[in-house]
C-alpha cells in the first residue's frame, strides 16, 4: 500500500490536498473528494501543473492546478507518487469522487495579522466616533493631531521593547550569567558597524554560539566576557554590559511615549477643563 503523504498545492485553477487516502480538489465554494482508487492517471512535468485524470471518465479532462512554484509542484506530484503505489484503480472512478461545499474557515484571531487588522479597524471606528461627537474647537485642535501621533507613538514604543528592551527585561528576571568569549565579529556591508558572535558554556554543559544583535563600534582587546542566558529560551542571549544598546532603546521608548501621549494628554485635559467649567 501506498504511504499516508500529506501535502497541499495551491495555484492557477483551484487547490490540490493529499492526505487521509484521498486528493481534495478545491475551487472556489466546491470541493472534490477523489479517493486514490478512483485515479486512473497523474499527468504533471514537475515544474508547472499536475492534472488528474478520473478512471473511466473518458470524456472529461479530469482536474488540473497550475503553478509558478516548481518546488510545490514536484513536491505534490511525488507524494502523490509514493501515496499511490500499490493502490489498484478501479474500472470506474466517477462512481467513487464526490462534490460537496467547500468548508468555511472562520475567522481566527490568533494569528498576528488578524489581531493587528482588528486593532486598526477598532481605532479606525474610535475616531470616527470621537471626530463626529466632539464638536468644541478647543478639542478637535487636540484631536487631529492625537489621531495621526498616537499610533506613531505606539509604533515606536513597540519598537523600542521588541529590539532593545524586551530581552534586558526577560534576562534581568530569569537569565543565568556564565562566562562566555567573543569568537569573532560579524560586520555590515559597509563594514560600519560589528555585531559579537559569543561562544560559552550552559550550566547543562552545552556549547552555544550566538550572533549578538547588540552594535558595537569597536573590537574588545579582551575576548572573556560574562554571558547571561535565557534557559526556557538559550537563543536569548546577552554578551557583558551593553549600555549603549540601552540607552538606544530608552532614548526610542521616551521618543515613544512623547509622540503618543502629549497629545493625547492636552486633548484630555482640555476635555476635562471644559466639562469642569460647565
Not at 515606536?156 to 524586551?166: D, H, I, N, P, T
Request: one cysteine or more; a positive charge.
Amino acid at each position: 500500500m501506498g504511504r499516508d503523504m500529506r501535502v497541499v498545492l495551491k495555484g492557477r485553477g483551484g487547490a490540490m490536498r493529499l492526505e487521509s487516502g484521498e486528493v481534495r480538489v478545491v475551487r472556489g465554494r466546491a470541493t472534490w473528494r477523489i479517493p486514490l482508487r478512483a485515479l486512473g492517471a497523474v499527468e504533471s512535468d514537475g515544474m508547472t501543473s499536475v492534472r488528474l485524470r478520473i478512471s473511466g471518465d473518458a470524456s472529461g479532462d479530469g482536474f488540473q492546478v497550475s503553478s509558478g512554484n516548481s518546488n510545490a509542484v514536484g513536491a505534490f506530484a511525488e507524494g502523490l507518487r509514493q501515496a499511490m503505489e500499490g493502490v489498484t484503480p478501479v474500472a470506474d472512478g466517477t462512481a467513487l469522487v464526490t462534490t460537496g461545499p467547500t468548508p468555511r474557515t472562520p475567522l481566527s484571531l490568533t494569528t498576528r495579522a488578524a489581531r493587528v487588522s482588528m486593532g486598526v479597524c477598532a481605532y479606525l471606528l474610535l475616531l470616527v466616533l470621537l471626530f463626529t461627537v466632539v464638536q468644541a474647537p478647543d478639542q478637535v485642535k487636540w484631536l487631529a493631531p492625537t489621531a495621526f501621533l498616537l499610533p506613531g507613538g505606539a509604533g515606536l514604543l513597540a519598537l523600542a521593547w521588541k529590539v532593545f528592551l524586551r530581552d534586558p527585561w526577560i534576562l534581568r528576571r530569569r537569565g543565568v550569567t556564565v562566562p562566555g568569549e567573543i569568537i569573532d565579529y560579524r560586520t555590515s556591508n559597509k563594514q560600519q558597524a560589528m555585531n559579537p558572535v559569543l561562544r560559552f558554556t550552559t550550566t547543562g554543559g552545552v556549547t552555544l554560539t550566538h550572533d549578538s544583535s547588540v552594535t558595537v563600534l569597536m573590537r574588545r582587546r579582551n575576548p572573556a566576557v560574562d554571558v547571561t542566558y535565557d534557559p526556557d529560551d538559550p537563543s536569548r542571549v546577552r554578551g557583558g554590559r551593553a549600555l549603549a544598546h540601552l540607552g538606544a532603546g530608552l532614548a526610542l521608548g521616551a521618543l515613544g511615549a512623547a509622540v503618543a501621549l502629549v497629545p493625547l494628554t492636552g486633548f484630555l485635559m482640555t476635555v476635562l477643563g471644559d466639562l469642569l467649567q460647565g
